[in-house]
């Protein structure tokens, strides 16, 4: 019993002379000696291969899947990783931005950068489209062994999943970012904004203030002794 490999029939859901589907030009179905010899005065590039042989190069493609699915798993966790610490600061530019302008186009790009990363998919490779379609066939392959391919595809799908994982948490980001961009843009924001600058303004003028204050207190009260002065004067001229 033998399958036929022939990478330029790729993945067909039903080819007409094997009468079987392929997935990446290995057939699901064994073929007979004379199919493949027949097909192979046609397209020289054809194999035959064992059931073991065909169920190895079925894992290896699912693999050759999970090791990319796996990387771009691993560099999507790290860089919605990165967001933790601009979801903390747009929650304080929030609360008290010093220049609005400039902390909402801040807060601005962080929500972009969370909204890119939570609709970012994997790459759309040969290998993970190959193993994809393999998922949705391997009820229907024959004579193989479906176990270590079953269990590639359970790896896939757990790689998958932590996909899945690290763009829901970066919707959740996106979405705590968008409402800290909503609490800048609040009117109740705005007002209590005027208040901080007002008592900043006071606290930086008040001590100027005090201490003019003060010297024009002085003044006076040595404008006043010395009036009192010329009056007493005056009184002795007079008397």
């Known amino acids: 019993m033998f399958f036929v490999h022939s990478p330029i029939i790729g993945t ?7 009468e079987s589907p392929f997935i990446a030009g290995i057939g699901l179905h064994p073929a007979t000696s004379s199919q493949i010899s027949a ?7 054809t194999e035959s291969l064992t059931p073991a042989e065909a169920t190895a190069a079925l894992t290896r493609m699912v693999r050759d899947a999970i090791a990319e ?19 903390a600061d747009a929650a304080k530019l ?3 931005p010093l220049d609005m302008a400039n902390d909402r186009a801040t807060v601005s790009a962080y929500v972009e950068q969370a909204r890119t ?12 489209q190959n193993a994809d379609q393999l998922a949705r066939w391997i009820d229907r392959t024959e004579f193989l062994d479906r ?6 595809l359970d790896a896939m799908e757990k790689a998958v999943a932590g996909i899945d994982k690290s763009r829901s948490q970066a919707e ?5 970012l968008q409402a800290a961009l909503v609490r800048m843009d609040d009117p109740a924001t705005a007002q209590r904004l005027a208040g901080l600058k ?4 006071l606290c930086r003028v008040l001590p100027d203030m005090a201490a003019e204050f003060a010297e024009a207190q002085a003044a006076a009260l040595a404008a006043v002794a010395r009036m009192s002065t010329i009056a007493d004067k005056l009184k002795g001229l007079a008397a």
Do not use: E, N
């Open 12 to 18: 067909i859901d039903h080819h007409h002379f094997f």
């Open 39 to 45: 097909w192979k005065v046609r397209v020289s590039a």
């Open 69 to 87: 699915l796996t990387t771009f798993r691993d560099d999507h966790a790290r860089r919605v990783g990165d967001l933790r610490p601009l979801v």
């Open 94 to 96: 929030a609360d008290a």
């Open 117 to 128: 990363l939570a609709a970012q998919m994997p790459p759309a490779s040969r290998a993970i």
């Open 147 to 152: 176990t270590p391919i079953q269990g590639a």
């Open 172 to 176: 959740k980001f996106a979405a705590d």
């Open 198 to 201: 007002l008592q900043r303004d």
